[in-house]
């Protein structure tokens, strides 16, 4: 059987407000209605049931309010689980600290061993580019008393070699490392290789320092010093006298090399055709790619 | 300033009148950790059960959004458990029938929305105005108004057929 819908809701609603369960949990207790609303409820049996309705709702939310031990109990168990759940989010706190730590560690230490790297290995390739059986191969010139450094694990390719090579002969014959090599200016307003203030000592040492014999080769700074001696001293007689001397060498690499400077060197002195024929020469000639490029950008020059 | 241990109290009793069973000991503990931590900026413009029943709404409503969002990643295919009881074990039958009435009630206030059941708890089942209703759920006392009336019509057809609480049980008054 269905209930009547209640003609007039808004009654019904005041009377609902009115009832207030919660406070009172009576209808008839201390509830003031007015003739209207007391006509309503007598004739309006949807108005009565959702009255009974609403008294039994409030009847049964109250019948199961927890008691205060309940609430005693439930705070001893939050509390336990504030403690375990403290113990597990300070450990999701740290985690995500402790992996970035981690990696920043890790990134410094990579970035260290790679600049220490970078440092332990630079004089290895100076020493290298200094080595004559680094530089002169299978080229003509007698073998090194001495054992040649270990090679690198990764073979460079021929072209960078014979790079590497050339700016070690003509950064030799200044007695600095290539990476010194600069262009300067001399009177004759003619362009010569000139040597600036070496950053990093002749690795010539290192052999005597290990015992063993001097070594004569391309990039070694000793066989290149009287010249370079001469030119810093201004006497380019001697300086002249010095690459003739290389210039009769049997390793091509250093004899090319000689004879490039020298040709440079007349042309600073204004004789031009000796230098024209030896550079010439050389471009055709030359032992290594870098001294016929070098030639050839003279002969540019020249002309 | 009113101690923890009575903060405790009042958040423990308003969750379960909001929350009914469903994860109310979760609820419980977020609620109150809230309110215990938050009790030193109570400054006592409200009635502190006001100021209990705002944290308890805002975090059903909260946990209701949560769980809407859960519940599109993920089917339920059971009702899970129910929280530990205390002391609801079966002393007497009174207490079981009780008990059971209270159970079916809950389960007709989750039916409803999360606004809507919170208007009808905090002004049929606890008694507050709908002045202090309104300013705890943030909202103007007309639109508590009209929450309340679908509320309640919401309620009548869910527990329509109740053997307590229904229409035909109603129309036999009890005893108070």
Known sequence: MSLPTCPDPRIAEQLLDLAQFARRRSLARAVQLSSEQAW??????????????????????HSVQPSDAEVSAARVRFAQRSLRQGARTRWRRLL?????????LGLVAGAAAQIAVRRWAAPKDAARLYTPAAHAGGAAGPRPAIASPP???????????????????????????????RIAHVPSSRRVWAPIRPRVAAPAAAPAAEGLEPRLGVGDAATWEPVAAALRAGDTSAAESALNRLAALNDARTRDAARLARAQLWLSRGRATPARDELQDLAATGATLTIRARARDALETRR | MPTPEAVFGLVYRQMRALAGHREFDDLAQIAAEQAIRALPGFA?????????FRICHLTVLKHDRWYRRWLRRFTLTDDGELPDRGDDGPSHEGRLVDVERARRLHTALEALSARRRAVLVMHDLEGLSIDEVAEIVGARPIAV??????????????LAADPYFGDEACRRKEPP
């Open chain 1, 96 to 104: 995500p600290r402790a992996i970035t730590a981690g990696l920043v």
């Open chain 1, 151 to 181: 090679e690198p694990a990764v073979e460079p390719r021929a072209q960078d070699k014979d790079k590497d090579k050339d700016e070690a002969e003509v950064a030799g014959a200044r007695g600095e490392t290539p990476h010194d090599v």
């Open chain 2, 44 to 52: 006592g413009r409200s009635k502190l059960s006001t100021w209990t």
């Open chain 2, 145 to 158: 108004r009209s929450r309340l009336r679908d509320a309640r019509a919401a309620l009548a057809r869910e």
């Open chain 1, 40 to 61: 309503h409820l007598e004739s309006c049996a949807s108005c009565r049931v959702s009255l009974e309705r609403a008294r039994r709702l409030v009847s049964a939310h």
